[in-house]
């Protein structure tokens, strides 16, 4: 040891080892103001582990009368139970459907094994037909699937009780339950049904099919559904990686129904003809003039009708590229692939404007839905979380209309990816799309690309009470928290959140 070095210990101001002490004591403090705040913050974001949907949120009146109390009935009626509002006719349906689902690896006809889930031992389950107005049944039996499983009928604006949301609408089927759905569908269109018990993981595993719901009358069209969807990382059509062959006369027009059960958007375009689009998420489009050289965007979730006059040489509808349908008349093959367009058509001048039948200035509600993107808890979990009107899940906005009510609501994204917007039990109808006015066909959707930076306005009627799920169909999102409801005042559920029920 030698007298330079410090001994420790030693009196006297400013010695190194006073420093140091001072140091470590402002260090933990400083770790402590930083700690204190964010283990709160953290306690603070656990959620009990069942909570009714109706307790989440910030409510938000948009406007109109209510309370900051979502729950119960309101003007001294009594509250309505979600259970209550479903198709009260009893006597047998006009269809009548068992899906079985099965957690199971199952085979692609490619030969690609995909370890997942079946309805009726494949995947897309069987296609459903109905006519508008009919009733339908439909029982869903859980054979093996762990996690539970519910139908939720995309699109179709069914009455609340069978929307199929696991712990809002329903308790999610355990194996060897089942669950009966009954319900008319109220307009004719291309729709689908997919689990909405961890969706986001049932869905992409197979959990999903095809629901055309036809004119009541009329003579029939030639139609074909084309339901596009990446199996373990393989785009198929209609669960076939190398595409599918119709059969078509020449000069036939044929509606093809391109139905979107990704995460993502798919692109569709014709090689070999022209096209009109004749519906968009089931609504038919007014006046659909010919396309031509250009794509249709179809968001996760989405529909789109494609109308083909078929040409002598077939026609060859890609859905993303890779996967196509064909429309081959007899000695055709079709033509050979076509890369995809440059430009989508633009949904807000495509076809001709008609009235919306009601008037969305008099509305007496208005929303906003601005989804951001930020640092946070979640459930006691750390990370990026989304955010809507810049809460975080579960404080996101609770929206409280009356039946009736005319709504508008700005759809603003402020994140950097792109949002399939998908509001449960209703059609909203676009105004305007970045301060642009909406000028072609009503516009009128279930599932709405809301790309990065761009404000949407829509506008509904709210005419189907219930508690309604309004989320991001990129369902990954949804699971990450973006999500929000819509609640009309005096329902109220019975359905908890949490305990075995994982909507999202
Ligand atoms: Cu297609 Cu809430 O889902
Ligand atoms: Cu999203």
Request: charged share 20%; hydrophobic share 40%; net charge negative.
């Amino acid at each position: 040891m030698t007298s330079a070095e410090p001994t420790a210990g030693a009196a006297g101001p400013a010695t190194p080892v006073r420093r140091a002490r001072w140091r470590t004591a402002l260090a933990v403090l400083a770790t402590l103001a930083v700690l204190v705040p964010v283990g709160w913050l953290w306690w603070d974001s656990r959620m009990p582990a069942g909570y009714s949907a109706m307790d989440m949120g910030t409510v938000d009146l948009g406007g109109g009368p209510g309370t900051e109390d979502a729950h119960g009935g309101h003007a001294g009626h009594p509250a309505v139970g979600v259970p209550e509002l479903r198709d009260a006719t009893t006597g047998p349906a006009a269809v009548t459907v068992t899906l079985t689902a099965r957690r199971e690896v199952f085979r692609l006809p490619s030969g690609r094994t995909v370890d997942g889930y079946t309805l009726n031992g494949t995947s897309p389950g069987p296609e459903i037909r109905t006519r508008q107005g009919e009733l339908v049944e439909i029982r869903l039996r859980n054979e093996s699937v762990p996690d539970g499983v519910t139908l939720h009928w995309h699109g179709v604006d069914v009455p609340n009780g069978d929307d199929g949301v696991a712990g809002i609408t329903q308790d999610a089927v355990r194996p060897g339950g089942e669950f009966v759905y009954r319900f008319r569908a109220p307009d004719s269109g291309t729709y689908w049904y997919h689990s909405h018990q961890v969706s986001h993981v049932q869905v992409r595993q197979g959990l999903f099919g095809a629901l055309v719901v036809e004119p009541p009358a009329g003579a029939p069209e030639g139609d074909v559904t084309a339901v596009s969807h990446t199996f373990a990382g393989a785009r198929t059509v209609n669960g076939q990686e190398d595409g599918v062959i119709v059969p078509a006369a020449a000069g036939e027009r044929v509606r093809v129904r391109v139905i979107n059960s990704d995460e993502g958007a798919v692109p569709a375009w014709v090689t070999g003809a022209g096209f009109r689009l004749r519906a968009v998420d089931g609504a038919e489009v007014r006046g659909p003039a010919p396309v031509a050289g250009l794509a249709v965007s179809v968001p996760a979730g989405g529909r789109a009708d494609l109308e083909v006059e078929v040409p002598a040489g077939g026609a060859r509808i890609e859905v993303g590229g890779g996967a196509a349908l064909v429309l081959a008349p007899p000695g055709s093959a079709g033509p050979p692939p076509s890369p995809r367009p440059r430009d989508d058509l633009d949904l807000l001048t495509y076809g001709a404007p008609a009235p919306i039948g009601f008037d969305p200035d008099a509305a007496q509600r208005r929303f906003d839905y601005v989804i951001g993107r930020r640092p946070g808890f979640v459930d006691g979990v750390p990370g990026v979380w989304w955010t809507v009107n810049g809460r975080m899940w579960p404080d996101v906005p609770m929206y409280v209309v009356d039946e009736g009510d005319v709504v508008r609501m700005r759809v603003r994204n402020d994140s950097s990816e792109v949002h399939p917007m998908h509001l449960h039990g209703h059609h909203v109808v676009v105004l305007a799309r970045d301060g642009a006015p909406a000028t072609g066909s009503p516009w009128w959707t279930d599932s709405l690309d809301v790309a990065p930076g761009v404000e949407f306005d829509v506008a509904f009627v709210a005419d189907n009470p219930g508690l309604w799920a309004d989320h991001c169909h990129n369902l990954e999102h949804a699971k990450n928290g973006l999500i929000a409801h819509l609640m009309y005042r005096g329902v109220d559920t019975p359905f908890r959140i949490g305990t075995g029920n994982h909507p999202d």
